[in-house]
């Protein structure tokens, strides 16, 4: 069975409650499901988080769900890379779902405003 579908399943959600909560069409999740696409980086990341679970094993590169939004009892039991990779994981998935609900204009701005963050000032979108 499909990693989608399974902890899907497990959630006890439907096809067009998992849409729901993605903002995508049920086909998506069908389709993704009968592996005939696979979800976006963005779409990849919102399950990831949805389902608590690393993309390896999502995407069936792994048999270890791992955890991708670790407690800080978890964190503490890490060495200092994984546990800023887990962080790092959790601030990305914020940080695509936040852009994907911008429009045209809202993603600009964002650019630009990450460009002054990141110290290039004469960036402009």
């Given at each position: 069975?499909?990693?989608?579908?399974?902890?899907?399943?497990?959630?006890d959600?439907?096809?067009?409650?998992?849409?729901?909560?993605?903002?995508?069409?049920?086909?998506?999740?069908?389709?993704?499901?009968?592996?005939?696409?696979?979800?976006?980086?963005?779409?990849?990341?919102?399950l990831?988080?949805?389902?608590?679970?690393?993309?390896?094993?999502?995407?069936?590169?792994?048999?270890?769900?791992?955890?991708?939004?670790?407690?800080?009892?978890?964190?503490?039991?890490?060495?200092?890379?994984e546990?800023?990779?887990?962080?790092?994981?959790?601030?990305?998935?914020?940080?695509?779902?936040?852009?994907?609900?911008?429009?045209l204009?809202?993603?600009?701005?964002?650019?630009?405003?990450?460009a002054?963050?990141?110290?290039?000032?004469?960036f402009?979108?």
């Amino acid at each position: 069975m499909n990693r989608i579908a399974q902890l899907r399943k497990e959630k006890d959600w439907s096809q067009q409650e998992l849409a729901d909560m993605l903002e995508v069409h049920q086909t998506a999740v069908s389709q993704w499901e009968n592996e005939r696409t696979t979800p976006n980086f963005e779409a990849l990341m919102e399950l990831c988080g949805l389902f608590d679970v690393r993309p390896e094993y999502l995407m069936g590169n792994s048999n270890e769900r791992g955890r991708f939004n670790p407690t800080e009892e978890e964190m503490d039991g890490l060495g200092e890379d994984e546990a800023e990779a887990a962080a790092l994981r959790a601030l990305d998935s914020n940080l695509h779902r936040y852009y994907a609900g911008l429009n045209l204009e809202g993603k600009k701005k964002a650019v630009e405003f990450l460009a002054i963050l990141a110290g290039n000032v004469d960036f402009r979108a």
